[in-house]
């Protein structure tokens, strides 16, 4: 079994609970206009000036050099998490990685945008110990204009996942004027109290770090921002959201 990979963290402290090993993998369904990874954005490998993005791999080469950290995901609460693009564009791929991490008793996260078949969900549920589930607009027109889909079969394996008893860290892009007004931040507050298996909210402030790559690319969405927000505009996030969950709120 070969999937596409852009990327292997060591040592990443950002994606879930202690110290992970982040699985980058190669093809995304969305085309989200702040996007920082636009390299993951095509399945196959593909050239970039002298090098390439991307390398085809096997479940059991992943394996070994994710097992070369697993006794600081012991010590530290970790695991791997799979992230991209969507990990779900590849999902027999997926699914074997997550079987063979489960059986050497490896933590797992999945980082997805939610835009996959439920059955596909269903089926690695038990293989999951925490969905990174991202968040974008609560209203579908704006969700398409913001990432190309709209949100209903986001939503929908969002309450799914919920009933089924995932555990779930709320991810939630904030773009200063794009989706950072109070009825977006009252929809994320509102979401992550309706759902018992919601434990944390993360707010991810816009950053413009992809924005080289994207130019070289030629995958600039039409937002343009090269300035972060303003930590007065962050704090307020997390103060309009934490004044109205019960949920752990954090910024990422
Ligand atoms: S889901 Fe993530 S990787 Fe895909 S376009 Fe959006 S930000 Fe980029």
Known sequence: MRGVVFDVKRGSVKDGPGIRTSVFFKGCPLRCIWCHNPESWLPEPEPDGDGVIGRETSVEALMEEILVDRIFYRASGGGITLTGGEPMMQFPFLRELLAAAKAEKISTALDTCGFAPWEEYREILGLIDLFLYDFKAADSIRHRELT?????LILENLCRLNEAGAVIF????LVPGVNDSPEHLAAIAG?????SGVEEVTLEPYHPLGMEKAERLGRCGTLKCRNFPPSESVNAWRKTVASRTRK???VS
Request: charged share 35%.
């Open 148 to 152: 190309g889909v709209e949100n209903e």
């Open 248 to 250: 752990r709120v954090v």
């Open 170 to 173: 709320l991810r939630c892009p």
């Open 191 to 195: 979401w992550a109290e309706r759902l």
